[in-house]
Every structure is written in C-alpha cells, then in structure tokens.
Nanobody
Framework: VQLQASGGGLVQPGGSLRLSCVAS????????LAWFRQAPGKERDFVSA????????FYARSVKGRFTISRDDAKNTVYLQMSSLKYKDTAVYYC????????????????WGQGTQVTVSS
C-alpha cells in the first residue's frame, strides 16, 4: 500500500494550487483520507479529511473557506484544492489513510505519502 502526493510548488500569496494523492496497492474506497502539513520546526498538523463516502468533510480552522477536499474513488485519488494561499500555508503537505482514531490526529493514520512542498512567497 502506497500513497503518492503531488502538485506542490511555488505560488504567490493569494494564488491557488491543487494537490493530488494517488493510492496504489489497494483501493481506498470507503475509508477516510486526510491531508496534514508540516512547516519547518513545527509539528505535523491536521489540514483536512474526507469520509469514506465523501459526504463528510472536515477542515482545520486555519484553512476553512479557502481549501476544499475531494475524492475520486475510481482513480484512487484524493485532492486538496487550495485557494487564497497565505505565507503561513508554506509547508510540506502529506496525505494519509488507513485511520483508526480521531480524524484530526496524526497518530490515527497508518499510511502516509511522501509529502509535497508548498511554498507561498512573493
């Protein structure tokens, strides 16, 4: 089971990016998928999660209204559309799956992607 994140890059404040995370080795249909991020010298923090059916979506307060999570189970892919990006959004973004605890806790997830760097800079 592997997760492969992509889509990061350099973007100006106020800009947008879409991150993708593709699962291989097994299907993730029906399970919660999430995004976390880690800035230099800081903890890995919850960003967003989506339920197995895609019905329920959860966001950290800092990104609510600016980020949108979605999934395409036919493609085994979860997306994170990021808009109105701010300097403080700069971090390595990780996708995660195979949850066995609260959706917003790093320790709940047992499978992680390799991370993709997002840098917000003018």
């Amino acid at each position: 089971v592997q997760l492969q994140a992509s889509g990061g890059g350099l973007v100006q404040p106020g800009g947008s990016l879409r991150l993708s995370c593709v699962a291989s080795g097994r299907t993730f249909s029906g399970i919660t998928l999430a995004w976390f991020r880690q800035a230099p010298g800081k903890e890995r923090d919850f960003v967003s999660a989506i339920s197995g059916t895609g019905t329920n979506k959860f966001y950290a307060r800092s990104v609510k209204g600016r980020f949108t999570i979605s999934r395409d189970d036919a493609k085994n892919t979860v997306y994170l559309q990021m808009s109105s990006l701010k300097y403080k959004d700069t971090a390595v973004y990780y996708c995660a799956g195979d949850r066995s605890g609260p959706y917003d806790k790093r320790t709940s997830y047992h499978v992680w992607g390799q991370g993709t760097q997002v840098t917000v800079s003018s």
